[in-house]
Structure formats: structure tokens, C-alpha cells
């Protein structure tokens, strides 16, 4: 398999999951700033949309995606618990906790990376994008992992997404659950593993 990744970007996520699953991998390096690998090939004839992550098959089948890949990659080894299984109610608990990751953390981040975005709704997204933060940390009173006390693939999410929190200067080193939770996954040897490859450790 090969994943398409930019360093430190949503990627990691599913960067991580291969190394916490021990799937055996190809990590291919693709430029935000010039939609290029390193040898020159134009990332737009792989994915049209132009950003990561992008997982391909062995059988030249490609998948995109973030939440979806890391749900994939956790199924080919189930015995490793990476997501509860398909059908139950805790496997739906997990897509809605991706979800929530998705469109009101990741996306929340957005408009504080865009230099072109307007200072007063900077303002706004990051009062907003805090509060998000802030309903994270109390869903995760009393628990190791977003899921309980188990990591999952919504955990790497959630530690990738908050990493971006330090690049946009969006202070939750108040929120103490959160702030433990990342401590914990970032001591796990799949997820050092991961960053050292790209370059981020």
C-alpha cells in the first residue's frame, strides 16, 4: 500500500494508524506548495482534489479521505481493536466521534491557517473552534482514549487535528483532559514512529 501524506498535515492521522496496525507501507511525500512529489510527478494526476491523505491498493485501487482510510486500515487487522466492529453501536459512537473531528475541529481550523482570512472572523473561528475544544475536553472526563479506555483511529485524529492548535495560537493547555489524552498518544511507539518519519520528532 502507499499513503500519500504531507508532513504534519490530517494525514498523520492515518500515518499513524499504519504504524499502530503494523501494515507494511510506502509513505510518499506530497508538497502543499507545489502539489508535487519529490520526483516531480503532479499529484493532481493522482488526486484530483489536489490534498492528502490518499491511500492506493495494491491493485492500483485508491481510496480517499482521512476518516475513511483509517477505518479501512483498522479492519484488515481487527485484532488489533484499532475500531469497534462493523454493526455495532459502538462502531457508529466511533463515526460520530470522526465526524465531530471532521467538520467542527479540522475544518473549524481552516480559516485561522488561511493568511487571506479576515482578522475579525479569525476571531470569531477561534472563539468557536475553543468552545469545540472545550466540549472535547469535558467528554473526556474520566477516560484514557476519545473512546474510553482503548485507543482508536478517532484518537490519532484527534491528536493531529489539535496539533495544529500551537501553529494557529489557539491556547488549550487549559484543557487538561485533553492536554492528558495527547500526552498519552503521543508516548506510543506507533505514533513516534510516524512523526519521526515525517520529520516532525
Known sequence: MKLYYSKGACSLSPHIVMHEAGLEHTAILVSTKTHQLEDGTDYYTINPLGYVPLLELEDGTR???GPAI???LADLVPE????PPNGTLERYKLQARLNFIGTELHKGTSPLFNPATPVEYKTMAAEKLLSRYAYVDKMLAGKDYVMGHHFTVADAYLFTVSNW?????LDISGLANLVALRARVAARPGVQAAMKVEGLI
Open 70 to 72: 483509517v477505518q479501512y
Open 63 to 65: 481510496l480517499t479521505e
Open 165 to 169: 492548535a500551537a501553529y494557529v495560537n
Open 80 to 83: 488489533k481493536s484499532l475500531v
